[in-house]
T-cell receptor, first 113, second 114 residues
Framework: NAGVTQTPKFQVLKTGQSMTLQCAQD?????MSWYRQDPGMGLRLIHY???????DQGEVPNGYNVSRSTTEDFPLRLLSAAPSQTSVYFC????????????FGEGSRLTVL | AQSVTQPDIHITVSEGASLELRCNYS??????LFWYVQSPGQGLQLLLK??????LVQGIKGFEAEFKRSQSSFNLRKPSVHWSDAAEYFC????????????FGTGTRLTIIP
């Protein structure tokens, strides 16, 4: 019972490099989202998706791209990493409709030098 | 716009003592309210939620929370804490429609001392 799986768990990038954080869920959830967690700022929503082929921006979308080609996967792309994107990133999913229960991955810690 | 304030950044309590974590929200309509817990190095886990009805809601691990509309608060309580309750606790508010677009507070870190 994998739940929400994020890879990689740790990553160090240089400024200007690109990378993709992977997120996969095996619960057939319609809703998926990406948050970043920074000290003293809680979790802030980056992008979310209410189903395959549908994505929308959250509170802090700049510098990030997403796509949702399948129900299971919701990758987060950093096209040109900046030190301000150093953070812990969490992927979360839920059944959709409205239950309020997000299921979180274990997080991906990204450092941009 | 919806927002959540958790005024306590860090709280320390003795094992066996009671606990109350504060949460105040701002939302234009009837909110959906949540408490999540994050253990070190882990993702967040739902403790409890309030949608409607009884304003005192019970959650997992012996936690409860009370919704007080007049005070715009949703404080989390536990009568007797255990060392395993040491974690970070997040209050969140969401719209009562559509999707799980939650707004989280900045969190309260709970330390338990013997």
């Amino acid at each position: 019972n994998a739940g929400v799986t994020q890879t990689p768990k740790f990553q160090v990038l240089k400024t200007g490099q690109s990378m993709t954080l992977q997120c996969a869920q095996d619960m057939n959830h319609e809703y998926m989202s990406w948050y970043r967690q920074d000290p003293g700022m809680g979790l802030r929503l980056i992008h979310y998706s209410v189903g395959a082929g549908i994505t929308d921006q959250g509170e802090v979308p700049n510098g990030y791209n997403v796509s949702r080609s399948t129900t299971e996967d919701f990758p987060l792309r950093l096209l040109s990493a900046a030190p301000s994107q150093t953070s812990v990133y969490f992927c979360a999913s839920s059944f959709g409709g409205y239950t309020g229960e997000l299921f979180f991955g274990e997080g991906s810690r990204l450092t941009v030098l | 716009a919806q927002s959540v304030t958790q005024p306590d950044i860090h709280i320390t309590v003795s094992e066996g003592a009671s606990l109350e974590l504060r949460c105040n929200y701002s939302y234009g309509a009837t909110p959906y309210l949540f408490w999540y817990v994050q253990s070190p190095g882990q993702g967040l886990q739902l403790l409890l939620k309030y949608f409607s009805g009884d304003t005192l809601v019970q959650g997992i691990k012996g936690f409860e929370a009370e919704f007080k509309r007049s005070q715009s608060s949703f404080n989390l309580r536990k009568p007797s804490v255990h060392w395993s309750d040491a974690a970070e606790y997040f209050c969140a508010v969401g719209p009562n429609f559509g999707n799980e677009k939650l707004t989280f507070g900045t969190g309260t870190r709970l330390t338990i001392i013997p």
